[in-house]
């Protein structure tokens, strides 16, 4: 079953404007990574929060985790035309079991 | 370093064909994984292995068989292929399951 939920699937916006994408995730975790995935090629990892972390940046990204929520946001920071693509969202449940479980995705399309 | 590898990038197989995909990772991580992604559903784990001998089911194993002889190599087996079975195919590795995964490209597979 999926964990996390991206809110919204697609997300239509300008250069420069910021883009905010959500995940819900239902159990407990770990930790709660954020991917990204150009059309047809493999998904490449931005950043990686931890359960007792509330919020982390990395150049123009920034994430937040609310565990009481279980939701996270990532925001991308006065966008480029190079930001269109899926994000998502995967979760390390602290189930015991080893295994990350990724979200549907956002498709975000940056237009010049 | 080349990362993670995984071929053919295209397959066609007819209804019942088995085959190999095969993914190898020269980063010596010790967690590898395997996914399906279908349009709408994000990524679905298959397998996964948290080390060399040792394997396990992800959400969606049926149809599919995973050995872990060697450190950097995993591959996944279709016994019988259906047209169910048509999807693109990650293989991902990391230091861990609570780390970063580091993708391969992908392999699209289409059953006839």
């Known amino acids: 079953s999926q964990q996390g939920e991206e809110d919204p699937q697609a997300l239509s916006i300008q250069e420069g404007e910021n883009a905010t994408m959500n995940c819900s995730y239902k159990?407990?975790?770990?930790?709660l990574q954020w991917y990204r995935q150009n059309s047809g090629r493999g998904l490449v990892h931005l950043i990686l929060?931890?359960?007792?972390?509330r919020e982390k940046h990395s150049g123009r990204l920034r994430v937040t985790l609310d565990t009481s929520k279980k939701s996270s946001s990532l925001l991308i920071t006065a966008s480029r035309a190079a930001d269109t693509a899926s994000y998502f969202c995967a979760t390390d449940e602290n189930t015991g079991f080893q295994k990350l479980v990724f979200g549907t995705g956002t498709r975000l399309l940056v237009s010049p | 370093n080349a990362g993670v590898t995984q071929t053919p990038k295209f397959q066609v197989l007819k209804t019942g064909q088995s085959m190999t995909l095969q993914c190898a990772q020269d980063?010596?991580?010790?967690?590898m994984s395997w996914y399906r992604q279908d349009p709408g559903m994000g990524l679905r784990l298959i397998h996964y292995?948290?080390?060399?001998?040792?394997?396990d089911q992800g959400e969606v194993p049926n149809g599919y068989n995973v050995s872990r002889s060697t450190t950097e190599d995993f591959p996944l087996r279709l016994l019988s292929a259906a047209p169910s079975q048509t999807s693109v195919y990650f293989c991902?590795?990391?230091?861990?399951?609570?780390?970063?995964?580091?993708f391969g490209p992908g392999t699209r597979l289409t059953v006839l």
């Open positions: 292995s948290v080390g060399a001998g040792i394997t």
């Open positions: 991902a590795s990391s230091q861990g399951v609570h780390n970063e995964q580091f």
């Open positions: 980063m010596n991580h010790e967690y």
């Open positions: 159990t407990s975790i770990n930790n």
């Open positions: 929060i931890r359960s007792n972390e």
